[in-house]
């Protein structure tokens, strides 16, 4: 009996043993060939996630930031222990004892699921077997991908420490509403670091990754609440809080940004524009989109926040104006249906959601409004973001007597008389509030609209090329084409300095006389008869004059003379074409450029002659604070020598490439002065500092332009339809332009101030006759008197005059400036009287020298 009890147990422990032995060859086959072609864990030793990268101002202020995934990553040891702790109570209270995986959770887990039937299945993986999934495996599930997790997870323990285990799934994991990682979470739900949070928000956001998306802080409210307690319970069982913590935080309110409990830290950014939009454009092209995107990079951006707030509203005022001055009412295209203006809430939410620009500053913030009635003689409208009064917020009819509606077939409706002849309810609409000038009362709401006509505006240091402003267009939120770098416009006679400075360093001076009187060119399009913007002609005339008045026949006759291959180099040089066509007409600025490029060359005239590169970025370093770009490469001699004299500063070298003589940089910028001081920007530019610059419209006015700068600074703007059409006989450089440039560089010169213009050592003065080109003496002095700089040592020949090849015909008038003569009074208190105009027979002065 006894040998029969033996040999039964025997074969139910050989069974037993036989049983545990397959089993293990089982699992051990089953583990040997799903380990085989196992991805690298060890890759996550030098795995870098995505992260924002975010623009600076130069006062260290986030202005912008850019990710596809909105992740900041904070190092382990910079996570605090109370956010590790909720994220372990949560997810895997053994995660410090377990080697990757946890037998036990893995088995509770199994026996759950058979006793549900398969119905309630619940995961059962550790912290370090998340990370494999999410970086490694993805998140099928299937018994073949968990194999492969526990594997892998038994190997990165190997491998990793357990903190940087957890450094990768607190930066890695997504927590809903866009953020990835614990860092951006904080910031999205509570608008707080991680080292701001209380507990309850901590066990927050540890409560997310189970399913983020069933866990809305508003839409789900009772059951996140739940989830957070569960997480603070386990946190107190763990022994991470106490009981007095626990019961205080767990009987805490659950508030977020998303309930309106704390400002979004959106709303600390201004809103987007132009200029970190053209940012992300550039660094996407230099450094790829996908590494600006997700390289964690710190930009320090040249903006200047005033100057780039003056520039917006100094175009935005021009453009308005001339949009006004048509009295054409388009409105902004938009309406809500009128059963969902039933309610201030009905309305509210349907205007919240309907897409019109939100970033506009004029006098006062523009407000999207719907108009809820029509009266007999007022409209009432709603207004995002402000508050119902008891009367209701109205346009009068006072309003909208400037205006005829556009209709839907492009005809005009009546001059309007009341607000129901531009309004229907349902209307989406801009408003803003007027006030009164000397106290800033309320007067009323009045109707806005985002014009038509577009334009551009660009600012920057012109020794240094640091943008600090640009513009590129009325609202960034209504358009987001960047009109001053992706708009290829013709800049029409703002392009003459070009010809100009090839002529000035051909060997011509200010004081060469050309002559001004019809031509005509056979083209393959026909006969070209170009024309002054007057009409007339007015024979032979110094190079000053012509670039003051804008003369199109000088510069046509002069760029005959010089060469186009000599005046397309120059533009080439100075980057404002890459290859430009060498056709006559190209010289009255034909050719399409940009606004950036021009100001940019500008900037070469007014430091008087250096290549600068313009550059909207100082500095890029990457995630771990590395600079990777660096604008101002210029060096520091000394700055580190401890021995420098008191009252010296340290000296710093720079190597920027002479692009054109100090001497005919000079004189161009003294030539471009006269058209501010007295030429065809006289009326609209006037600095307390010496400006210089150049107007510039193309045929129909299609175009208009004005570039200038001061001693430090050089702005430009540039206006006109995108689909380019005539903008009107009163339309100019000059006129639209110019008052953008002055709104602007008032403010500038006050921050930057100005000075004279650097006069090269080399420069010699005579002074001449600005009409007539003819040499005076050094005492003379009068309106018609200016002293004009030539190159030391090099006498002026006067008595040439240059046609550029072409005859000067008959029949035509020629317009002189003031008068046939002219009276000076000399430094001796003496008159003299100064000639007629020059003419064939009695050229007295110009030429070469």
């Known amino acids: 009996m006894i040998r029969f009890i033996m040999s039964f147990f025997g074969g139910i422990f050989s069974v037993l043993t036989l049983g545990i032995g397959m089993m293990a060859l089982t699992i051990g086959a089953v583990f040997w060939m799903y380990g085989r072609d196992l991805p690298s864990h060890e890759s996550l030793a030098q795995y870098t996630p995505p992260t924002i990268s975010r623009i600076y101002s130069g006062e260290g202020r986030i202005i912008d930031e850019f990710a596809q995934e909105r992740r900041l990553f904070t190092p382990a040891d910079e996570i605090p222990d109370l956010v590790k702790q909720a994220f372990i109570s949560a997810e895997d209270k053994n995660f410090y004892q377990h080697q990757g995986y946890d037998p036990r959770g893995i088995a509770a887990a199994a026996i759950e699921a058979v006793r549900s039937g398969g119905r309630n299945v619940r995961g059962a993986s550790t912290i370090t077997q998340q990370v494999m999934k999410n970086f490694l495996l993805g998140g099928e599930r299937r018994a073949e991908r968990k194999i492969k997790e526990i594997l892998l997870a038994a190997r990165l323990e190997q491998t990793l420490s357990k903190e940087k285990i957890l450094e990768l799934y607190l930066n890695e994991i997504f927590l809903g509403q866009n953020s990835y990682g614990v860092t951006a979470a904080a910031q999205t739900y509570f608008n707080k670091s991680l080292a701001e949070l209380a507990p309850h928000e901590a066990a927050f956001l540890a409560s997310l990754p189970k399913a983020p998306s069933d866990y809305h802080p508003v839409r789900n409210k009772e059951r996140v609440t739940d989830r957070r307690n569960f997480v603070l319970k386990e946190m107190y069982e763990n022994g991470y809080i106490d009981q007095a913590t626990y019961e205080q935080e767990v009987a805490l309110p659950l508030r977020s940004v998303q309930n309106g409990d704390f400002e979004p830290f959106q709303k600390q950014l201004p809103p987007r524009d132009y200029f970190t939009d053209e940012i992300r454009r550039q660094l996407s092209r230099d450094f790829g989109e996908g590494e600006f995107f997700s390289g964690g990079f710190s930009v320090r951006a040249t903006i200047e926040p005033d100057m780039q707030a003056e520039a917006a509203d100094a175009l935005r005022v021009a453009l308005e104006n001339y949009d006004r001055s048509l009295g054409v009412w388009r409105g902004t295209g938009k309406t809500i249906p009128a059963d969902q203006l039933g309610t201030e809430a009905d309305w509210r939410a349907a205007l919240s959601k309907v897409s019109v620009a939100r970033d506009v500053v004029r006098e006062h913030v523009w407000h999207p409004a719907v108009v809820l009635e029509i009266g007999s003689n007022d409209a009432r409208i709603g207004i995002e973001g402000v508050e119902e009064d008891a009367d209701g917020h109205w346009i009068p009819a006072k309003d909208v007597q400037w205006a005829r509606k556009l209709n839907k077939d492009g005809s005009l409706g009546r001059k309007a008389q009341v607000a129901g002849d531009l309004l229907e309810v349902g209307d989406v609409v801009l408003v803003r509030e007027m006030t009164a000038d000397a106290d800033g009362s309320f007067i009323r709401w009045t109707l806005r609209q985002v014009p038509r006509v577009q334009g551009a505006f660009m600012a920057m240091d012109v020794n240094t090329g640091r943008v600090i402003a640009m513009q590129g267009g009325f609202s960034y939120q209504h358009s987001v084409f960047n009109r001053a770098t992706q708009a290829k416009r013709q800049p029409g006679s703002s392009f003459k300095p070009f010809v100009y400075a090839a002529a000035l360093d051909s060997g011509y001076s200010p004081a060469t006389i050309v002559v001004d009187a019809p031509i005509e060119i056979n083209t393959p399009q026909g006969v070209w008869r170009p024309k002054n913007a007057s009409n007339e002609f007015y024979g032979p005339t110094p190079l000053r004059t012509g670039i003051e008045r804008s ?299």
């Open 551 to 849: 003369r199109n026949l000088m510069t046509i006759r002069l760029a005959q003379e010089v060469g186009m291959d000599v005046v397309g180099r120059y533009a080439e040089r100075f980057g404002v074409y890459d290859n430009m066509s060498r056709v006559l007409a190209n010289a009255l600025g034909s050719e399409e450029t940009t606004l950036y490029q021009m100001v940019a060359a500008y900037a070469m005239f007014a430091n008087g002659g250096e290549r600068v590169e313009p550059t909207l970025v100082d500095r890029v370093q990457d995630r771990y604070g590395e600079t990777v770009y660096r604008h101002d490469n210029r060096t520091c001699v000394d700055c580190f020598d401890r021995n420098i004299p008191a009252g010296r500063s340290p000296r710093i070298t720079s190597d920027r490439e002479r692009i054109m003589n100090a001497v005919t940089a000079y004189q161009l910028t003294s030539m471009m002065k006269g058209v501010v001081d007295r030429g065809t920007a006289s009326r609209t530019v006037n600095l307390p500092v010496p400006t210089a610059g150049k107007t510039g419209t193309t045929n129909d006015a299609k175009d208009v332009w004005f570039v200038g700068f001061t001693s430090n600074i050089v702005a430009g703007c540039y206006i006109g339809y995108d689909q380019p059409q005539p903008m009107g006989r009163g339309a100019s450089g000059g006129g639209m332009c110019g008052p953008v440039f002055q709104q602007f560089m008032l403010e500038a010169v006050k921050k930057y101030g100005g000075g004279a213009f650097k006069v090269p050592t080399e420069c010699q003065f005579i002074k001449i006759d600005r009409f007539t080109g003819a040499r005076l003496s050094d005492d003379a002095s009068g309106e018609n008197v200016v002293a004009e700089c030539f190159r030391e040592g090099e006498e002026p020949i006067f008595g040439i005059q240059f046609d550029g090849g072409w005859a000067m015909g008959s029949g035509f008038d020629l317009i002189s400036p003031t008068g046939s003569t002219r009276e000076v009074t000399t430094s001796t208190g003496k008159k003299a009287i100064v000639g007629p105009k020059a003419s064939f027979g009695s050229l007295s002065s110009g030429g070469l020298y």
